[in-house]
């Protein structure tokens, strides 16, 4: 294992920039990527969330780009409009640091395109981040000179490489010349993800320690059992009991997304509502306001559960099971970013405890049942074993998971 960036033979402006964010060793993740990235080799990479994946890409690509040329030379993909434009703020903040004058710019849908054609036309980025939709319509207006990418990283890569979102990926990878560099990035790489990005790639170098995916080891895991109908009353208790300095609350659903932050605004929590109807520039705000301490608590749909890196998250709550096994990983993956602990809490009702079997099964973790007395969080003495005796093991579906919460 390579233990600097030196070992990486990581250009030493690159170094200086990495240390003004208080980077100096790479993790796990960079030291396995970042020379075989250099040697433009292929790459598929799996580590968990908060692990420094941006920059296991970023930094090569930085070394690669040719600042001599104002053209296009890198394309990112990624799922959401928040991640696109976080990895856009971290290319701007090293080329700051580092004095590497590499250019870049976010490509969105929901903005105006004829602003987004102008901005390209004159600036010239040479990396794009963007989603996929936008990218690919602006590569087929010849706006994105596709010929020149040297690098696509695909971030998220089982979201993106998912079979009913590949194809768009796969258009812009034609577009592009045969010997590009290709990789892909995610906190999880399912087996049909690894197929299909394998069958785009060549010879990949694939990292990917575990046979199962793993979340990160700083994160505690609970579970506090109650009534559906008892679901609020127990989220609000436990929010009084632990006190996050900044958590995020995951719904299901987008009505029960605007009653639950109507409920706790009304109790004197500092809530935001945030899923996708709410406009981009209201979400970019809202993210802001929660980096900076102005909001306390998002309560969100899964579109925070990918990529959204905000330091100071102390706790996740679950107020419904996600709907897919494998977007626990990615929600509970929202605290405990770089070196911090975190705490995921799920509220569930008895039926869903297989459900949380299944985690514990799935992702090698331990859950550990508290409850809410006397205004404190403590260790549960309730007859746990019997409860999930009497919760049937089932396959994990949305019928076992028993999302709705009575309004």
Do not use: W
């Not at 960036?5 to 790479?26: A, C, H, M, R, Y």
């Not at 890196?309 to 419904?320: A, C, K, S, Y």
């Not at 299944?358 to 859950?367: G, L, W």
């Amino acid at each position: 294992m390579n233990n600097t960036f030196t070992d990486l033979n990581v250009n030493s402006n690159i170094i200086d920039g990495l240390q003004k964010q208080g980077i100096t060793v790479p993790t796990s993740i960079q030291a396995s990527s970042i020379l075989p990235a250099l040697e433009n080799k292929d790459i598929i990479g799996e580590a968990f969330t908060g692990s420094g994946k941006t920059l296991a890409y970023l930094i090569p690509m930085f070394h690669k780009i040719d600042t001599s040329k104002r053209e296009m030379q890198g394309i990112i993909l990624a799922p959401t409009h928040e991640l696109a434009i976080q990895i856009e703020e971290q290319i701007k903040l090293l080329a700051e640091n580092s004095k590497v004058p590499v250019t870049s710019m976010s490509i969105i849908g929901e903005v105006n395109i004829n602003n987004q054609i102008k901005k390209l036309k004159d600036n010239k980025p040479h990396i794009i981040v963007g989603t996929t939709g936008r990218i690919l319509d602006l590569i087929k207006k010849k706006k994105i000179a596709a010929h020149t990418i040297k690098t696509i990283v695909i971030d998220e890569g089982d979201n993106l490489l998912d079979p009913k979102r590949a194809d768009v990926v796969k258009d812009i990878i034609k577009t592009t010349m045969k010997d590009r560099q290709l990789m892909v990035f995610s906190a999880s790489i399912k087996i049909d993800t690894l197929a299909t990005a394998t069958d785009l790639m060549k010879d990949p170098v694939v990292i990917k320690s575990e046979d199962k995916p793993v979340i990160n080891p700083n994160i505690e895991h609970m579970f506090v059992v109650c009534d559906r109908r008892d679901k609020f009353e127990t989220l609000r208790k436990i929010l009084i009991a632990v006190k996050p300095d900044k958590a995020i609350i995951f719904v299901n659903d987008n009505e029960d997304i605007e009653l639950t932050t109507v409920k706790l605004n009304y109790h004197s929590k500092d809530c935001f509502a945030m899923n996708g109807k709410i406009s981009k520039e209201d979400r970019k705000l809202a993210i802001e306001s929660f980096r900076n301490g102005k909001i306390k608590i998002l309560v969100s749909s899964d579109v925070t559960a990918r990529g959204l890196d905000v330091e100071g998250i102390t706790h996740v709550f679950h107020l419904d099971l996600p709907l897919k096994l494998n977007e626990y990983l990615h929600r509970s993956g929202r605290t405990a970013r770089g070196d911090a602990h975190g705490i995921s809490i799920c509220i569930t009702t008895i039926k869903q405890l297989n459900i949380i079997k299944q985690y514990e099964r799935a992702f090698t973790v331990k859950f550990t049942e508290k409850k809410v007395f006397g205004g404190v969080l403590e260790d549960s003495h309730y007859a746990s074993e019997a409860k999930q005796d009497r919760a049937k093991s089932k396959p994990y579906n949305d019928k076992n998971n028993d999302s709705k919460f009575h309004k």
